[in-house]
């Protein structure tokens, strides 16, 4: 008996011990935008605090719509106006940090979480595509001491909400294991991080700095240079445009095919699950079956080799297998 057999059968007899519903959303989603920071004056402290929390949902509100549509669908259509009445019902939380107030002004850094289901329905009105699926996120380490707005802004955990995450090391740990960095080794940054993609940043001048990118590759680590940057909404922005122009456009074509998906665990297998029901290519996916190590899925997708590269920025394989035929896989 072929090993896609002996899958297909356990499938079929395996109780389903997942519903075929589950979509975890990610720790950071896409639709919460950190740490915008706001300042009014206004004739009495509480009109300042009314007056700057509503510059800051509108100001929010602008930099999710560019961080979910594509570049050229707005510049062709433009964004939808972003008005008070609009903004208010798109809005399901809001928590302000750094607060500081006197009698006359209102200052304050807030971040504000936007209901996804809303915020489609707008875009979609607009004619504007929403992608909102997330690359896997990178882990950014510091050979050297960065600026410090670049460091405060990676650990406030800001940038962990973009479609192609940055996050720091438990603790905020940009520099404690940045000495062991050996650039003549790819892999040494790749153990740092617990396998996981790297970004290496290098201090240049009193406010720059250089990336350097480490992603694990079939064993092989590859290197490659992204350049310089003066700041991380400049590499934030750079990385979120080529990302949703490479992997996540959705593509005019469709195609179903039966796939399988393995895994190792439940953890895996969750994320496994969530890197398909989040994918741009995916039009629909449909669980037939699922085992321990292995699930049959149905899914229906724009173009395969878009499939491919979205789901390698999520850190998930999609490869044909000469049994069990098309496979994702971590």
């Not at 499938?11 to 589950?22: E, F, G, Q, R």
């Not at 609009?86 to 304050?108: K, M």
């Not at 405060?152 to 909400?161: E, I, K, P, T």
């Not at 850190?315 to 971590?330: F, N, S, T």
């Amino acid at each position: 008996m072929t090993r896609h057999a002996r899958l297909l059968r356990s499938l079929i007899a395996a109780p389903l011990v997942c519903a075929a519903s589950v979509t975890l959303a990610f720790a950071a989603d896409p639709f919460t935008v950190r740490g915008v920071p706001v300042d009014a004056s206004a004739p009495t402290a509480t009109q300042a605090q009314t007056q700057a929390i509503g510059d800051g949902q509108l100001v929010a509100a602008r930099q999710l719509m560019e961080r979910l549509t594509l570049e050229g669908e707005r510049a062709a259509k433009g964004l939808p106006e972003l008005t008070p009445e609009v903004v208010g019902p798109l809005i399901r939380g809001l928590t302000i940090d750094n607060e500081r107030r006197s009698a006359t002004r209102y200052l304050g850094d807030v971040s504000i979480a936007f209901n996804p289901s809303a915020v489609q329905r707008l875009l979609q009105s607009s004619g504007l595509t929403m992608v909102s699926s997330q690359a896997q996120p990178r882990i950014v380490l510091a050979r050297g001491t960065l600026p410090t707005a670049v460091e405060g802004q990676l650990n406030s955990g800001r940038f962990a909400h973009a479609l192609t995450p940055l996050e720091v090391l438990p603790g905020g740990n940009l520099y404690a294991l940045a000495s062991s960095l050996d650039p003549q080794d790819p892999d040494s940054a790749l153990r740092l991080s617990g396998g996981k993609p790297v970004f290496v940043l290098d201090p240049s001048g009193s406010t720059g700095f250089s990336v350097t990118e480490y992603v694990p590759s079939n064993g092989a680590p590859t290197e490659r240079s992204l350049g310089s940057f003066r700041s991380l909404d400049g590499l934030v922005s750079q990385l979120e445009r080529d990302f949703k122009q490479t992997a996540a456009v959705p593509s005019d074509s469709q195609a179903s095919q039966t796939v399988s998906v393995l895994y190792s665990s439940l953890g895996e297998w969750q994320r496994l699950q969530r890197a398909i029901n989040t994918s741009a290519q995916v039009r629909d996916a449909r669980l037939d079956a699922v085992s321990k190590d292995g699930a049959l899925m149905t899914i229906t997708y724009g173009s395969i080799d878009r499939l491919a590269a979205e789901m390698r920025q999520k850190g998930v394989r999609v490869e044909e297998d000469p049994k069990l035929g098309l496979v994702i896989r971590r």
